[in-house]
């Protein structure tokens, strides 16, 4: 069964992330000045929390879908192959992706799509383990994430304020771990985190839903909002919390307690709000289409506004990438994503109702 | 364990005295009276003649026989009620049985949600095998030498509601029960102990695998340099 | 390999029920040959047919023992490997002049309270004598018994000479004989019989025939019927001889085994050849010779008159000294039609067995109680069996002797020849199953010993 709180959330994380995609790489970099400076308002933090968000969705659904096909008769075996087969056809598409959307010297960014291909095989092998080592997993992977960092010299990697590796198996390797855009270190926490909730918040039938993760998430929100405040009113945290500040890249401790505590809180709320009967709105119809076609979405909205830059760029006989984050003022690039996402949607529809299934399908038919 | 008391109501009680000659005559309407309570069966044995269902029981004796018969009747219905009361709690269980089956062959985590569910069926079987013992020695009780009227009744009425073979039934039926919840609990505690086990197995392959990871990230970085 | 020659004499239970467990047991190849001097296998289990409907009685033997809830009972579980379905029988009431007796309250308002406990009292004291499994054991309780006591003793021992009567009465059918000509063992057994805790009765549905027809479908032998053996003796290197006349023809084989299954009184027609086998037989026949008697009165009605007054499968009379009366009917599931079988015995089956066929039809009649005198207008057909000597007065003798010594009456120079008889044990079915599992237990050992010798 589909629960209208996970379609719900995840078209929120997808929306955020097809408009801050847009804004990013259209008009200015996120946080920093540019034309219209929209990004350095306290209205676009929130936008923040899509990636977390959305990771933390990849390990519940993952759990959910384990539960599904247990329950279905499936035998773990199947079950492995499905999820290993699906976590390499999302690597692989993670670097098909890169080379095509963005430059061929871009393949090993390390992205979303190769991070969630990676989580799937990690969940696929630590399934058997009980919920108390995933978490400690998860625990060590963010406390052990600044140690990694400062091993592997991250700001060497981000000087030109994007993450641009050497093609040295050394970096390609300490990108994948802890250097990349979206590393294994500390980013792992989010899934494994959504993998151990997801039986907490959406019980088996017959179960009862436990309060634990909403306690955690806001034990998680107050530690970072304690470090905010403190930071804000002139102090600092202790420097051996490691805390060090709220940013997504590098994804600071701070800022994952505070987005996957905010994660933790919203996702068994909004399993209050939405899934309580089986009304079908027009909220639920459109989170619906988003949710199933994440992965669509994802690769289009790359395609619908980064293609046309290189286009652009070659046909003006530059680099292709001279008109990247400066085709269009911030104000007109969210006005072309709140576009592309009103289009979206009656497209996808369009595509389900013709029996048309996007490339989710064909991760189906290749992996399951 | 707790027991779980079969209903203590006696069934309807008929007594009509009447001399060996006058109970034929009779008879036909002690069974129809005693068809209200259900399916009747009826005995007619040396002189005397009892006629029951599971709700009423008429008895037709002669005057000085009375209080015996009355009370080997009275015995052989509470017998044939507590029986019956085990038989349809044995049959409920059915349904459950070839649910849980297929965890007395294997038990695996998704399964753990159901450990409560099974522990409460093992004790109800169990409760049952209990019930049926209590009552087993009442049922195939060798017959009084030289009889009286009374035992010979009680005799008969046991052998015509083959109480002694439905018991040995039940007693199958139950063995199979106790199987599979014996089985279900051993795997269903297996899986724990190896699930704990574990636990701690997996909290040492974290830690190493951080460990593993520093070592690996130093290197990378290291040979990058 | 060598084949083993075994003949059977007397095809009777004993002799298939010999022939049965030789070739079930058998570990060597065996050849075997059964001699009966009648036209038809079965002895004296017997099941008759009507002519006027197709009603089945039994003619001879009336029921089997059941001691399954003591012991283990072979002949149950022979009737059971067979495949045929049972009938429990049983009958606890004595019509005593015309009233029915059939417990305790019974007798003490017929008899009288005094003739009531000195019931309880005998049952009491014969209980304490023969235990159940005592009972199941049976040489367990003859050797107990004080030696030379007869049965008669006891009942004097019964204070009130209601009591005394009654009991008398309820065992004559069984013991086929007076009480002064049997055993105290053998009279407290059939007494005891009575008591459902130490056996049980039943019978063969269909007919208890069926069990001969099932052992005869499947012993694998040659059958010589209407052979009459006139004569055992020794023959050449260690085997015996049978001589065995038919059609006026004296035939003549050897055989490495002979097992004679007879009663006494047909073993008495034998010629047993050579001083020491002769004098053997002899000593034996004398010390076993203790002929009890039968006589079978059958008579179908047109329809089962006597229920629901009479329901158990069998009741006893006081009549003829005191008879068993059988509703053969209840052994036909569905029967509309309704058959009495009287089983008389001792003095009374020999002094009447002089009468006609319908003298005793009509004896039969007349000793029905009052309530079903009317029974008269129902006859359709009667049948009569006369079974003289037919069992033992007193099996294994007044003196029981070694099982080995009963069963190889001449150990020495004729070890082959061997005696099975249910008047070595109890007079029963049960009995000469169990002499015959001993006599082909006993064969087989031989032949698998001596041919582990030659090899």
Request: proline share 5%.
């Amino acid at each position: 069964m589909r629960y209208p709180s996970i379609d719900v959330l995840r078209s929120l994380a997808i929306a955020m992330m097809v408009i801050v995609h847009f804004v990013e790489n259209l008009s200015a970099w996120y946080g920093s000045p540019g034309d219209g400076d929209l990004t350095a308002h306290g209205f676009w933090r929130p936008t923040g929390l899509a990636a977390p968000l959305f990771t933390l969705l990849t390990g519940v659904s993952y759990r959910l879908w384990v539960r599904r096909r247990e329950a279905r008769g499936d035998s773990d075996e199947a079950i492995t192959r499905s999820s290993v087969r699906r976590g390499l056809f999302l690597i692989g598409l993670g670097f098909v992706f890169n080379v095509l959307v963005w430059l061929p010297e871009d393949t090993f960014n390390w992205d979303v799509l190769t991070f969630i291909g990676a989580a799937l095989l990690l969940l696929t092998a630590c399934r058997g383990a009980s919920s108390g080592p995933l978490l400690l997993a998860a625990v060590a992977a963010v406390a052990v994430s600044p140690a990694l960092r400062e091993l592997a010299d991250y700001d060497s990697f981000w000087t030109q304020g994007y993450f641009d590796p050497g093609l040295t198996l050394g970096d390609v390797g300490l990108g994948f771990l802890c250097t990349g855009y979206f590393p294994v270190f500390p980013w792992i926490a989010f899934p494994l985190v959504g993998y151990v909730t997801a039986p907490a918040v959406f019980p088996v039938r017959g179960g009862s839903a436990t309060g634990w993760p909403m306690v955690a998430g806001a034990a998680l929100v107050a530690c970072a909002g304690t470090a905010m405040v403190a930071r804000s009113a002139g102090g600092e945290p202790p420097a051996w919390l490691r805390l060090q500040g709220w940013t997504m890249f590098p994804a600071t401790v701070e800022y994952v307690c505070g987005t996957l505590g905010a994660a933790l809180l919203a996702l068994p709320l909004a399993h209050r709000l939405l899934d309580r009967g089986t009304r079908d709105t027009m909220l639920t119809r459109v989170a619906g289409t988003f949710s199933r076609h994440a992965l669509s979405i994802y690769l289009l909205h790359h395609a619908v506004h980064i293609w046309p830059l290189w286009i652009w760029g070659a046909a003006a006989g530059a680099d292709v990438t001279t008109h990247w984050q400066r085709a269009l003022p911030a104000p007109m690039a969210l006005a072309v994503a709140i576009l592309f996402l009103v289009c979206a949607y009656p497209l996808f529809r369009w595509l389900e109702a013709t029996g048309r299934d996007g490339v989710e399908g064909l991760m189906r038919w290749l992996c399951d | 364990m707790t027991h779980v008391d079969t209903p203590t109501t006696e069934p309807e009680l008929l007594v009509v005295e009447a001399r060996p000659e006058e109970v034929a005559g009779l008879s036909a309407a002690a069974i129809a009276w005693v068809a209200a309570g259900g399916p009747v069966q009826s005995i007619a044995l040396h002189g005397a003649a009892v006629a029951w269902s599971p709700g009423r029981a008429a008895i037709l004796v002669a005057a000085e026989r009375v209080e015996a018969v009355r009370a080997a009747v009275l015995e052989f219905c509470r017998h044939d009620r507590d029986l019956r009361a085990i038989e349809a709690d044995v049959a409920a269980g059915w349904p459950d049985i070839e649910a849980d089956a297929p965890l007395a062959f294997e038990f695996r985590d998704r399964d753990m949600d159901r450990r409560a569910g099974l522990g409460e069926r093992f004790r109800r079987s169990v409760a049952l095998r209990a019930r049926l013992a209590r009552l087993a020695p009442h049922l195939d009780r060798p017959p009084l030498h030289p009889p009286t009227l009374a035992s010979q009744v009680g005799e008969r009425l046991r052998e015509r509601g083959r109480l002694a073979e439905r018991a040995g039934f039940l007693d199958g039926q139950l063995a199979v029960h106790e199987r599979v919840y014996d089985l279900c609990g051993q795997r269903a505690s297996d899986w724990a102990i190896a699930r704990r086990s574990r636990g701690l197995e997996w909290a040492i392959v974290v830690l190493l695998a951080v460990e593993t990871v520093l070592i690996l990230v130093d290197l990378l970085a290291a040979g990058g340099t | 390999m060598r084949t083993w020659r075994v003949a059977i004499v007397g095809g009777g239970p004993g002799g298939l029920m010999t022939a049965h467990a030789v070739l079930r047991d058998a570990r060597a190849p065996v050849e075997l040959t059964i001699y009966e001097a009648s036209e038809r296998l079965g002895g004296k289990v017997l099941t008759g047919s009507f002519d006027r409907l197709p009603a089945r009685y039994e003619a001879g033997a009336a029921e089997f023992y059941d001691y399954s809830a003591v012991g283990p009972d072979p002949l149950r579980e022979l009737v059971e490997d067979l495949g045929l379905p049972i009938v429990r029988m049983g009958g606890a009431a004595l019509v005593s002049g015309d009233r029915m007796v059939a417990n305790v309250d019974d007798i003490r308002d017929t008899l009288g309270a005094e003739a009531a406990d000195a019931l309880v009292e005998f049952d009491r004291a014969a209980r304490d004598a023969v235990g159940p499994r005592d009972f199941y054991r049976g040489d367990v309780a003859a050797t107990t018994m004080p030696a030379g006591a007869r049965f008669d003793v006891a009942l004097a021992r019964i204070a009130h000479p209601a009591a005394r009567r009654y009991v008398e009465q309820l065992v004559h059918s069984d013991l086929a004989t007076e009480p002064a000509r049997t055993s105290l063992a053998y009279g407290l057994d059939n007494y005891l019989m009575n008591d459902p805790s130490y056996l049980r009765l039943y019978a063969i549905e269909g007919g208890n025939e069926r069990l001969i027809a099932g052992l005869d479908a499947r012993i694998r032998a040659t059958r010589r019927l209407r052979h009459r053996v006139g004569r055992i003796d020794a023959g050449a290197k260690g085997r015996l001889r049978v001589t065995a006349s038919h059609a006026g023809r004296d035939d003549r084989e050897e055989y490495d085994f002979v097992v004679v299954a007879l009663p006494v009184e047909h073993l008495k027609t034998i010629e047993f050849g050579g001083a020491g086998l002769a004098g053997a037989l002899r000593r034996h026949v004398a010390h076993h010779d203790h002929p009890a008697h039968y006589l079978r009165i059958t008579i179908l009605f047109d329809r089962p008159f006597w229920r629901p007054g009479l329901h158990d499968s069998f009741c006893m009379l006081d009549r003829f000294g005191g008879c068993c009366l059988y509703d053969e009917s209840v052994r036909d599931a569905g029967a509309t039609h309704g058959a009495l079988g009287w089983l008389l015995g001792g003095d009374a089956a020999v002094e009447l067995g002089r009468l006609a066929d319908e003298d005793l039809v009509a004896a039969a009649l007349d000793s029905l109680p009052g309530f079903l005198a009317h029974g008269r207008r129902h006859v359709l057909e009667g049948r009569v069996h006369r079974w003289p000597g037919a069992v033992s007065a007193m099996p294994g003798g007044l003196v029981r002797l070694p099982v080995d010594r009963c069963h190889q009456p001449e150990p020495v120079e004729h070890p082959g020849l061997f005696l099975v008889g249910d008047y070595l044990f109890d007079s029963t079915l049960n009995g000469v199953l169990d002499s015959a599992e001993h006599v082909a237990g006993w064969i087989t050992d031989l032949t698998a010993t001596r041919l582990e010798a030659v090899a």
